[in-house]
């Protein structure tokens, strides 16, 4: 609880670990206790509440424009003022605690996407999983299979079933894990100071976090997640010289999922280290049932049923092969929707395939693609 005096003096006076310091405003207070730099600015609210998260003990002595009574401000009141990336699980949730009832409560609430509606499916088990391990149990979701099987789109489908902002990160491009996760010294007018990285203020925010394609993320990087992920749920920043500004708490509210990529196909990956790979729940991703795929391809790109038809077998081919080991690789379903795409602006079916499908394989695999795709007209 914070306590704001009225009184005929102005001034605050600020309290931590049994230390008090008097400062002749807030702002001098936020500077004087590195809780903000010189060239900033904060309105009183958001000051206060920087304080508390800080472990501050606050006492505001301000002139009133009449005299009044000490009034007690409890820290609830003081509402923190929403920015972009923000998530309440609570709003969803409520105050249920019964798990079995709040299961059942959260499948009803959180719609699956459809076909008809979305133009994207989701197993109902693999929905559900998402719901009991993200909302219910809080744990950290792995997103495993082939590439383009609709792992990242499933993410961004979930985040927006719950109306939270998705934050994705591409792990492979955190090859600077300390500015990747942290931030880097900067200069300005001629004074250092530590500019935070997105990340480290997104996972203080809340919502949902996606770690996409974790296994192109570096060892440093991976090592520094572990206390992100497990109980824990902080980062403390080694690379920062004020000790106020250097531990970022995990909001309570934060959801994290990760794809991987998995298989000998996907070069650059590396097999995700097991200390990491225990702070997930697995959930599988696969391709989708035919008819499901060519429903999708009709809706996304108004191309007729017996080209979409044609698409999606051609498509069960290559990835037979590719499980056989003949090629290297199956074909996405983002691939299938962008030889839809060219079919709907006019173009022929076998230039379609040829500019989204065949184009994407290495030169000793494309004659034997063809001729598959031959068969079909």
Same mark, same amino acid.
């Given at each position: 609880?914070k306590?704001i005096?009225?009184g +005929?003096?102005?001034?605050i006076e600020? *309290?931590k670990?049994?230390? $008090? ?6 702002r @001098?207070a936020?500077i004087g ?5 010189e060239?900033?600015?904060m309105?009183?609210q958001?000051?206060l509440?920087?304080f ?5 003990k606050v006492?505001?002595?301000? $002139?009133p ?5 000490s ?6 009141d003081l509402k $923190?003022p929403k920015?972009k990336?923000? %998530?309440?699980?609570?709003?969803l949730?409520?105050?249920e605690v ?6 059942d ?7 699956t996407?459809?076909?008809a #509606? !979305?133009g994207f499916y989701v197993? #109902?088990d ?8 993200l909302l219910v149990l ?7 299979g082939a590439?383009?099987t609709?792992k990242t789109?499933?993410? @961004?489908r979930f985040? $927006?079933?719950?109306?939270s ?5 591409d792990m492979?491009? %955190?090859? !600077?894990?300390t500015?990747?996760?942290f931030?880097?010294?900067r200069?300005?007018a001629g004074?250092?100071? %530590?500019?935070k990285?997105h %990340?480290?203020?997104?996972i ?10 974790i ?6 990087t991976?090592?520094?997640?572990f206390?992100v992920? !497990?109980d824990?749920?902080v ?5 920062s010289?004020s =000790?106020v500004?250097? /531990?970022a708490n995990?909001?309570?509210s934060?959801m994290?999922?990760a794809?991987?990529? *998995?298989?000998? @196909?996907?070069t650059?990956?590396k097999?995700? =280290?097991?200390?990491l &790979?225990q702070?997930f729940v697995?959930?599988h991703?696969d391709y989708l049932?035919?008819?499901i ?11 007729s049923k017996e ?8 498509a !069960? +081919? ?12 199956a074909t996405s379903i &983002?691939e299938?929707?962008?030889a839809g =795409?060219?079919i709907s602006?006019g173009?022929?079916?076998?230039d379609? /395939?040829?500019?989204?499908i065949?184009?994407?394989y290495q ?7 063809? =001729?598959?795709? #031959? @068969?079909?007209?």
């Amino acid at each position: 609880m914070k306590v704001i005096k009225n009184g +005929k003096a102005r001034g605050i006076e600020i *309290e931590k670990g049994g230390k $008090k310091k008097t400062f002749p405003s807030i702002r @001098q207070a936020l500077i004087g206790t590195k809780l903000m730099n010189e060239k900033s600015s904060m309105n009183k609210q958001e000051a206060l509440l920087r304080f508390k998260r800080n472990g501050y003990k606050v006492i505001l002595n301000e $002139k009133p424009k009449k005299a009044v009574k000490s009034i007690e401000i409890k820290t609830t009141d003081l509402k $923190k003022p929403k920015s972009k990336g923000e %998530f309440s699980i609570n709003k969803l949730i409520g105050d249920e605690v019964n798990r079995k009832l709040l299961t059942d409560k959260l499948l009803k609430k959180v719609k699956t996407p459809t076909v008809a #509606k !979305d133009g994207f499916y989701v197993k #109902k088990d693999t929905w559900k999983r998402l719901i009991i391990d993200l909302l219910v149990l809080r744990k950290n979701v792995l997103l495993t299979g082939a590439s383009g099987t609709g792992k990242t789109e499933l993410a @961004q489908r979930f985040a $927006k079933a719950i109306k939270s902002q998705i934050e994705v990160y591409d792990m492979s491009a %955190f090859t !600077d894990a300390t500015a990747g996760l942290f931030g880097s010294h900067r200069m300005r007018a001629g004074t250092s100071y %530590f500019d935070k990285a997105h %990340f480290y203020n997104t996972i203080q925010r809340g919502g949902v976090i996606l770690l996409d394609e974790i296994t192109r993320a570096t060892r440093e990087t991976g090592n520094h997640l572990f206390s992100v992920l !497990d109980d824990r749920k902080v980062l403390t920043n080694p690379y920062s010289e004020s =000790d106020v500004n250097n /531990v970022a708490n995990v909001n309570h509210s934060c959801m994290i999922l990760a794809t991987a990529n *998995e298989g000998y @196909q996907y070069t650059g990956t590396k097999t995700l =280290d097991e200390a990491l &790979r225990q702070r997930f729940v697995k959930v599988h991703v696969d391709y989708l049932p035919s008819k499901i795929e060519a429903d999708i391809l009709i809706k996304r790109c108004g191309i007729s049923k017996e080209d979409a038809t044609k698409l999606v077998k051609i498509a !069960d +081919k290559i990835r037979t092969r590719c499980k056989n080991e003949s090629l290297n690789r199956a074909t996405s379903i &983002r691939e299938l929707i962008d030889a839809g =795409d060219y079919i709907s602006c006019g173009e022929t079916f076998l230039d379609a /395939v040829e500019w989204s499908i065949v184009s994407g394989y290495q030169d000793d695999e494309q004659d034997e693609i063809r =001729d598959l795709i #031959k @068969q079909f007209g």
